[in-house]
């Protein structure tokens, strides 16, 4: 199949997944009316939303914690506050334009550090891997202890799915701790030190959970799930938006809290909250990206003339 031919079967299954979303949002809104969501939106309270902005800053510096032992770990010793501003901008644009469109963004942004291709590929690829396994490690801890109620013929799903993650989780920490380089097919990958595996995975599952806690903190007290079953949804409902392509996974990650999170509130006010949350965690942040990337460009852009013109004469 051409690269022609696969965006485009891409662009139509991730417009499928989206049409499906928002006739399953439809359906959850019965005959809700749209002004109900638009008020759901204005009477989220400001401490609430205080906190969230909290989390989303503590979100964005456990972000930059962890690029930070890539890039160590790439062979370019970079420090944290340096990172802070080209990790802010580079994973806010990946959040909003998927892990591709911003992979690509962050590439170039590292390189401005001073690491070179194969460092920033590198760096770039054993993030991925940190925040995957920091993933399916927690998903894999709130699957075994806290389980979603599915159907009677398979509420053995959860736990087992839960245990085989974890599984996953150990393996890779093996992996790691034999300290041989990871053969497949033709290629091959060296693995992190145990020590640093373990302590990039930890604050990659705590920054998931500090990202499930901006949405958390926005939900109305009354009627809210536990933590740990609202963790259970919020990472499936994360994963499906994922998979299904669409910018930050608009309208699928909706559709799936709305469809599994129990909650006493209203479907128009979950909305909502659910629209507030998009507001703050995906459209603040990239208002405050988008010109702190255009400043950089145009300084290194800037910084580029003097350097011709010397070459010239």
Same mark, same amino acid.
């Given at each position: 199949?051409?690269?022609?031919?696969?965006?485009?079967?891409?662009?139509?299954? #991730?417009?499928?997944?989206?049409?499906?979303?928002?006739?399953?949002?439809?359906?959850?809104?019965?005959?809700?009316?749209?002004?109900?969501?638009?008020?759901?939106?204005?009477?989220?309270?400001?401490?609430?939303?205080?906190?969230?902005? %909290?989390?989303?800053?503590?979100?964005?510096?456990?972000?930059?914690?962890?690029?930070?032992?890539?890039?160590?770990?790439?062979?370019?010793?970079?420090?944290? $506050?340096?990172?802070?501003?080209? #990790?802010?901008? &580079?994973?806010?644009?990946?959040?909003?334009?998927?892990?591709? /469109?911003? #992979?690509?963004?962050?590439?170039?942004?590292?390189?401005?550090?001073?690491?070179?291709?194969?460092?920033? @590929?590198?760096?770039?690829?054993?993030?991925?891997?940190?925040?995957?396994? &920091?993933?399916?490690?927690?998903? &894999?801890?709130?699957?075994?202890?806290?389980? %979603?109620?599915? #159907?009677?013929?398979?509420?053995?799903?959860?736990?087992?799915?839960?245990? %085989?993650? *974890?599984?996953?989780?150990?393996?890779?920490?093996?992996?790691?701790?034999?300290?041989? !380089?990871?053969?497949?097919?033709?290629?091959?990958?060296?693995?992190?030190?145990?020590?640093?595996?373990?302590?990039?995975?930890?604050?990659?599952?705590?920054?998931?959970?500090?990202?499930?806690?901006?949405?958390?903190?926005?939900?109305? !007290?009354? /009627?809210?799930?536990?933590?740990? =079953?609202?963790?259970?949804?919020?990472? *499936?409902?994360?994963?499906? @938006?994922?998979?299904?392509?669409? !910018?930050? &996974?608009? /309208?699928?990650?909706?559709?799936?809290?709305?469809?599994?999170?129990?909650?006493?509130?209203?479907?128009? +006010?979950?909305?909502? =909250?659910?629209?507030?949350? +998009?507001?703050?965690?995906?459209?603040?942040? $990239?208002?405050?990206?988008?010109?702190?990337?255009?400043?950089?460009?145009?300084?290194?852009?800037?910084?580029?003339? !003097?350097?011709?013109?010397?070459?010239?004469?």
């Amino acid at each position: 199949m051409r690269t022609r031919e696969r965006r485009l079967l891409s662009a139509f299954v #991730s417009l499928l997944l989206f049409l499906i979303a928002v006739w399953a949002i439809r359906k959850a809104l019965g005959g809700h009316h749209l002004g109900e969501i638009f008020r759901s939106i204005l009477e989220v309270p400001a401490s609430q939303v205080g906190w969230a902005l %909290l989390l989303i800053v503590v979100n964005f510096l456990l972000v930059a914690a962890m690029d930070t032992i890539a890039a160590r770990f790439a062979g370019k010793k970079v420090p944290y $506050l340096h990172m802070i501003l080209p #990790s802010f901008i &580079g994973i806010t644009f990946q959040y909003n334009a998927g892990f591709f /469109g911003g #992979s690509a963004m962050r590439f170039r942004l590292f390189s401005s550090l001073g690491l070179d291709a194969k460092q920033t @590929g590198k760096m770039l690829l054993l993030f991925s891997l940190a925040f995957s396994v &920091g993933f399916f490690l927690l998903t &894999g801890l709130t699957l075994v202890f806290d389980p %979603l109620e599915i #159907s009677e013929q398979a509420s053995w799903l959860p736990e087992v799915t839960g245990s %085989l993650l *974890l599984t996953g989780c150990l393996l890779y920490f093996w992996l790691c701790a034999r300290g041989k !380089p990871l053969r497949l097919l033709r290629w091959h990958f060296t693995l992190p030190r145990l020590r640093a595996s373990l302590l990039q995975t930890l604050i990659a599952t705590v920054d998931w959970v500090v990202e499930a806690g901006i949405l958390f903190v926005l939900l109305p !007290p009354e /009627g809210r799930a536990s933590f740990l =079953i609202f963790l259970s949804v919020f990472m *499936l409902a994360h994963n499906l @938006g994922v998979l299904s392509n669409t !910018p930050g &996974g608009l /309208g699928v990650f909706e559709a799936t809290v709305l469809s599994l999170l129990p909650s006493a509130a209203s479907p128009s +006010r979950m909305l909502g =909250i659910l629209l507030a949350y +998009r507001g703050i965690y995906y459209v603040l942040p $990239l208002l405050i990206a988008t010109p702190l990337l255009g400043e950089r460009m145009l300084a290194a852009r800037i910084a580029r003339k !003097p350097l011709r013109k010397e070459m010239m004469t």
